[in-house]
C-alpha cells in the first residue's frame, strides 16, 4: 500500500452527495490531469515533504442545504491537491484565506482560514466548489477537461435542492455557469458580459454574481480587494434571502 492510500475523504456532507462524491474521487476522466496530481503528489513541495497529499480529484465541501453555490476554476497543485479540501492549503496570502476571510464576514464560514482539512472550518448556507477538480499544470484546465468535468459539478448541484446564487470566480467559472444554464435549454442573447460584480438573476436558474477569481494575480495587484470579495458576498447574502421572502 502507497503512503498516500492514508488519506481518506472527507465524509460527504450529506446521503445524495455520497454517490457523487465517490464518482469525483475516484474519476480517470483526464489522464493528462491524473498524471500531473499523482506527480506532484509524489515529489511534495520541499515546505510540506512530510505530509501526505490527497493527489486525487477533490469533491466540494459545505453545507448541504447551501443556497449559495462558489464555483472556482480547479484545485491548487499544493493547496487542495494536497489537502483533499476546495480552496485549502494555498497559505496565508492565497485565494483560500482570500476568500474565506470575505465569507466569513457573511457569516457564511466560521473562520477567516482555510488550512487544513481538519481544521474545523464549517460553511453555513454555502458550498464550494471548482469547474474542474484536478489540478492542472499552471491552473489552466483545457477546454477538453473542463467538458469532461461539467457532470460532476451538474450532479453536484442536482444534490443541493437550495441553492439559489451563484458566485463565479473567475471568467471560466463564469462560462460554466452558461453551459449549466444551456443543459436547461436557457441561452440568454446577448450572451452574459463578464464583469466583476454583476449580476444575472433570470427566472428559472440560479442568479449569477460574477467575480474575479482570488487569485494571487489579481489580490496582489489590488485587481480584487477583501473589500470588493465582500460586496459579492453581501450580494450573494441578499439575493438569497430575496429568494426566501419571494416564497
Ligand atoms: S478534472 Fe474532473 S473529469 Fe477530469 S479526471 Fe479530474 S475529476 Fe475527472
Not at 195 to 213: E, K, M, N, R, T
Request: with cysteine; charged share 25%; glycine share 8%.
Amino acid at each position: 500500500m502507497t503512503r498516500m492510500a492514508r488519506h481518506r475523504p472527507l465524509p460527504p456532507p450529506s446521503p445524495a452527495l455520497a454517490p457523487v462524491h465517490r464518482r469525483i474521487v475516484t474519476c480517470r476522466r483526464c489522464p493528462r490531469l491524473r498524471a500531473y496530481c499523482a506527480r506532484v503528489a509524489r515529489e511534495k513541495r520541499a515546505a510540506f515533504r512530510d505530509e501526505e497529499y490527497w493527489g486525487r480529484p477533490v469533491p466540494g465541501f459545505g453545507d448541504p442545504q447551501a443556497r449559495v453555490l462558489v464555483l472556482g476554476l480547479a484545485p491548487a497543485a499544493h493547496g487542495a491537491n494536497r489537502t483533499g479540501r476546495m480552496f485549502t492549503g494555498d497559505g496565508a496570502d492565497g485565494s483560500g484565506d482570500f476568500l474565506m476571510r470575505a465569507m466569513h464576514r457573511h457569516d457564511f464560514a466560521s473562520r477567516p482560514t482555510s488550512e487544513r482539512r481538519d481544521d474545523g472550518l464549517g460553511l453555513t448556507d454555502a458550498y464550494i466548489t471548482a469547474v474542474a477538480r484536478c489540478a492542472p499544470p499552471d491552473n489552466r484546465p483545457t477546454p477538453a477537461e473542463i467538458a469532461n468535468c461539467h457532470a460532476h459539478l451538474v450532479a453536484e448541484l442536482a444534490a443541493l435542492p437550495r441553492v439559489r446564487v451563484i458566485v463565479a470566480l473567475g471568467r471560466i467559472a463564469f462560462d460554466a455557469c452558461w453551459r449549466l444554464a444551456a443543459d436547461r435549454g436557457v441561452r440568454p442573447r446577448p450572451a452574459p458580459r463578464f464583469g466583476h460584480g454583476l449580476v444575472y438573476d433570470i427566472d428559472g436558474l440560479p442568479a449569477v454574481i460574477a467575480s474575479f477569481h482570488p487569485s494571487r494575480q489579481n489580490t496582489n495587484t489590488g485587481r480584487l480587494t477583501p473589500q470588493m470579495l465582500a460586496d459579492v458576498f453581501a450580494k450573494a447574502h441578499a439575493i438569497a434571502e430575496a429568494a426566501r421572502s419571494r416564497r
